[in-house]
């Protein structure tokens, strides 16, 4: 993997680490690896995946030198976000996330793709922040939120661009439970044990047909936002 970006498999949970040294930036290169790791997941036979971040930090969101620069690689880095939400939302195995800090823009997107999320406590934001710095917010992103934010805070996390503390994002659909911040990835692992103990086949089923109305909105947003 070409990114600061680890693989482990242990008792049949995949654990899948971001960590860049800096804000965990969902460039292409890092946005390929994690597809890969999710591949690599699959092939193992992975009952469960965990996707953590680096301390403090879940992720930035998209790389900001590649969005400045615009141009095919921009707009392959914004779909290519979009479409690892789409594979998550729809992978066979109960993904958990497993929020070790800040999450901002894509990173929130990431984030609400989960089956089960896991965040930090303490002064973490969950922010996305895309109205706010003068971005419309991009269809994929409003159907990704659509999907797991609650009613009233799904206008004010999209329309407002409010940022939520781990605990108030809670309330608003962002996280399951809040833990101290050394306890996240254990915490997520022992989630994923859990999980892992469903059957496989009815989850997948499951998952899609709960998931069949938000994913095809997802699908045709991502094909309006950034298709030829």
Request: aromatic residues 6%.
């Amino acid at each position: 993997m070409t990114e600061p970006l680890s693989y482990d498999l242990h008792d049949s949970i995949a654990t899948i680490v971001m960590d860049d040294g800096r804000v965990n930036a969902l460039s292409l290169p890092m946005l390929q690896s994690i597809d890969a790791a999710f591949e690599r997941a699959r092939s193992e036979g992975a009952a469960a995946v965990v996707l953590a971040g680096r301390e403090g930090r879940f992720s930035g969101g998209f790389d900001l030198a590649t969005l400045r620069g615009g141009g095919p690689d921009a707009l392959a880095m914004l779909r290519g976000g979009f479409e690892l939400a789409e594979k998550l939302l729809s992978f066979p195995r109960p993904v958990v996330i497993a929020c070790t800090g800040h999450a901002i823009a894509m990173g929130v997107f990431l984030l609400l793709s989960g089956d089960y999320r896991i965040g930090a406590a303490g002064d973490f934001k969950i922010h996305a922040n895309e109205v706010a710095i003068g971005l419309p917010m991009p269809r994929a992103a409003v159907e990704i939120c659509r999907q797991r934010l609650a009613p009233a805070h799904f206008n004010r996390a999209v329309i407002l661009a409010e940022p939520y503390t781990p605990e108030d994002a809670v309330a608003a659909g962002f996280l399951d439970r809040v833990v101290p911040p050394a306890d996240v990835r254990a915490a997520a692992q022992s989630q994923a044990g859990e999980l892992a103990k469903l059957n496989m086949d009815a989850h997948a089923i499951s998952k899609l047909r709960a998931r069949d109305s938000a994913l095809k909105a997802l699908h045709a947003a991502i094909e309006e936002d950034f298709g030829a």
